[in-house]
């Protein structure tokens, strides 16, 4: 039986301003420190300093648009793929067992009914799949707000130059291990010139990983340590310029 899919779009009511009203951005001024992220090497070393945009670091955003993108995030997550026949879709006769009177019995019609064996399911799972939308400017102001919020508590510490990676598991612990990482973390990379890094994190229980190109806001409050690769930072930002400058 084919899969049925529903989509729903969730969307939030706009709020009425005041003619007198007008929203202010604020910039930051050359006198506010920049913020930025100390660059190491394999063995921990510091190596420079790398500055991070006020846009996607520097966000002001509601709880509420973070939730809601959790709960369109999470739904879209299941697999509803359970689905059951009802009884005119089972295969059997439309008969009537026996006649209606005059047996004693209780009255009934076809053997397909769903108190008997092998009859249909009444009221089961029909295999339809309720998909939650949000539009792409609410995802994104998401994830930047995530990252602000995580920049905010320290729980991203540093961007690893991983140039020299061999692609073994026992380099990329060593790296953890110099920079007092032994609980649940995140590595965000550049799949395309990276591949090593992902191929080192494989056998690493307590890491997750993900590409600049597929990072989101649930990938970031979830983990409790976040490190960015050189490349993998250089991509994230280059792929979400237009997102800020539009």
Do not use: C
């Amino acid at each position: 039986m084919e899969t049925k899919i529903k989509t729903t779009t969730i969307n939030r009511p706009a709020r009425k301003l005041s003619k007198d009203s007008k929203t202010k951005q604020v910039k930051p001024t050359s006198k506010e420190k920049l913020k930025q992220l100390t660059i190491v090497d394999l063995s921990g070393k510091e190596t420079g300093q790398m500055s991070l945009p006020d846009e996607i670091f520097n966000v002001n955003a509601s709880d509420k648009l973070l939730s809601l993108y959790v709960r369109v995030y999470l739904n879209n997550q299941k697999f509803n793929a359970a689905s059951t026949k009802t009884r005119g879709e089972v295969k059997g006769s439309t008969r009537k067992i026996y006649r209606q009177k005059g047996t004693g019995r209780a009255r009934h019609g076809a053997n397909t009914a769903p108190i008997f064996v092998g009859g249909g399911i009444a009221h089961g799972p029909r295999g339809v799949i309720k998909k939650l939308r949000i539009n792409k400017k609410q995802r994104v102001k998401a994830l930047f707000f995530a990252l602000t919020s995580a920049y905010k508590n320290n729980q991203i510490k540093n961007v690893v130059d991983s140039q020299k990676i061999d692609g073994t598991t026992k380099q990329l612990q060593s790296v953890l291990e110099s920079l007092s990482i032994d609980d649940k973390a995140l590595i965000i990379y550049s799949g395309v010139k990276e591949s090593l890094v992902g191929q080192a994190a494989r056998n690493l229980e307590s890491l997750s990983l993900t590409q600049a190109e597929t990072l989101n806001a649930y990938d970031v409050i979830s983990s409790r340590t976040i490190l960015f690769t050189h490349s993998g930072l250089e991509q994230f930002i280059k792929i979400h310029k237009n997102n800020y400058e539009n």
